[in-house]
């Protein structure tokens, strides 16, 4: 069964931090990322990672947040630092794998954790 479970999330004041962390199982994970939903908004990429090389960020995160991954622990993490209340969104962690006996990746998705940022 592959499942990914988020924690990490919070209440925190504009400029102060976060870490979100994601914990997979039941698969190899190829790429492992962070998605972002705001009330009456679409999901968003936050970030993405397949190695410590290969890294991509939304505009709107790039100097503030680091996605870094731990292979041998199946986890992806989201360090923010500078959070401003734009980045208040549910977030959810994503990762892509190649099913048993496929040839395409296939998208697992995490329950959703809340972040808020406010005064």
């Known amino acids: 069964q592959v499942q990914l479970v988020e924690s990490g999330g919070g209440l925190v004041q504009p400029g102060g931090s976060l870490r979100l962390s994601c914990v997979a199982s039941?698969?190899?994970?190829?790429?492992m990322g962070w998605y972002r939903q705001a009330p009456g908004k679409q999901r968003e990429l936050v970030a993405s990672?397949?190695?410590?090389?290969?890294?991509n960020y939304a505009d709107s995160v790039k100097g503030r947040f680091t996605i870094s991954r731990d292979n041998a622990k199946n986890t992806v993490y989201l360090q923010m630092n500078n959070l401003k209340p734009e980045d208040t969104a549910v977030y959810y962690c994503?990762?892509?794998?190649?099913?048993?006996?496929?040839?395409?990746?296939?998208?697992?998705w995490g329950q959703g954790t809340q972040v808020t940022v406010s005064s």
């Open positions: 990672i397949v190695s410590a090389d290969s890294t």
């Open positions: 994503n990762a892509k794998y190649v099913p048993t006996g496929d040839y395409s990746f296939k998208n697992a």
């Open positions: 039941g698969t190899i994970f190829y790429e």
